[in-house]
């Protein structure tokens, strides 16, 4: 029997995780458009937790369903390989882009498009389209060999920034002349300080005491403070990324009627909480408004710059560490869900 593992976590207890075995369905198990591909490279980070964390509330753990009742799957951005198919155009060896469970393998039911393929499979159908979309790698034009490494950690994160940079620069900052940006750390926060370093506004980074250093030195930032000092009073957006109600309050505290707008992305703190003063950014959404403002060409077009601009200086901002197998990834799993990892080396994970 050929088997494949699948990691999945307790759902209200994401520190216990299983590695569960089962038969890998073989050629003959497949029905007529379903393919199977083999997980080969993915990435982890504190936007994995994220989707634990609030997993029953975006629908995260529909995606890969395994495990009991209680547990689930945690996704992941990464390569897999085609190792069964019964889609012609899709045959074995086709290198693939795209949402991943944490697995070795995964089946899906691909409709063509003309950059890769849909999985239409019927769990996934009322899920957000965007975690639905797989690029064959031989037909993206941003696709390079070399960058995998950076395309699994960053190209999920780097696409929200660039949104959500894009978002503000459409709405005018709200009128306010300065960015204030929590988990200044995270990969997903300093790649919107990275879009907006000409945008003609102050960029200011909150972060944990600890990475004031390593925040400082990505030269992305106007200035950078610890999350107990005072911002300046001046007309301010909010980007939050930590999800720390104390921070929000200090921030709404201090600024009063000049915190135009207050935007939450994330949640690195792991504390959801619901506050009326705060909008969320659902990426999904402004790629959707893009896509119809500019085409689905025109929006590849500005993030493929965007992209190119920000791997050029990425791989020299966080170092790479690699990992191999389902025990490797569970350790991982555990430093980030504990905040043990530090912001200047980054988890990718071979299977
Ligand atoms: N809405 C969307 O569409 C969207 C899309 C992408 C990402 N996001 C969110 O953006 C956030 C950042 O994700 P990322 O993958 O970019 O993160 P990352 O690079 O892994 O961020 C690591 C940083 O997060 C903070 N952190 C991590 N674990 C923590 C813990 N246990 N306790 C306290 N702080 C912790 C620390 O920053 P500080 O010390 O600076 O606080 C740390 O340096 C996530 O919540 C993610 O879900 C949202």
Known sequence: MISRWTVVADRGDL???EVLHDELPAASDLSDCEVLLKVSRVGLTANNVTYGVIGDLIGYWRFFPAGGDDQGVVPVWGFADVVESTVDALA?????????????????RPKLTSSGFVDTADHR????????????????????????????????????SFLL??????????GARTVVISSASSKTAFGTAQCLKNAGVRVVGLTSPRNVAFTEGLGLYDTVLPYNASVDVEPSVYLDFSGSADVRSALHDRLGDDLKKDISIGLTHQAPSQ???????????????????W?????AQRFGEAWRGFTAQAGGWVSVVRHTGPEELIDVWQAVLAGE???????VITF
């Open 15 to 17: 520190t216990k995780t």
């Open 275 to 293: 506050d009326q003063r705060s909008e969320f950014f659902f990426a999904p959404d402004q790629l959707r408004k893009r896509t119809a403002d």
């Open 341 to 347: 990892t530090n912001p200047d080396s980054a988890d």
């Open 165 to 174: 940079a894009d978002q503000l620069t459409d709405n005018a900052f709200h």
């Open 295 to 299: 085409g689905a060409d025109g929006l």
């Open 125 to 160: 159908a009322d899920l957000p389209a965007v975690y639905n979309s797989y690029l064959v790698t031989s037909q993206d034009p941003a696709y390079d060999a070399a960058l995998e490494d950076l395309q699994v950690l960053y190209r999920p994160l780097f696409l929200t």
């Open 92 to 108: 074995p060896g086709t290198r693939v882009y795209g949402y991943l469970p944490m697995a070795s393998h995964v089946v899906v």
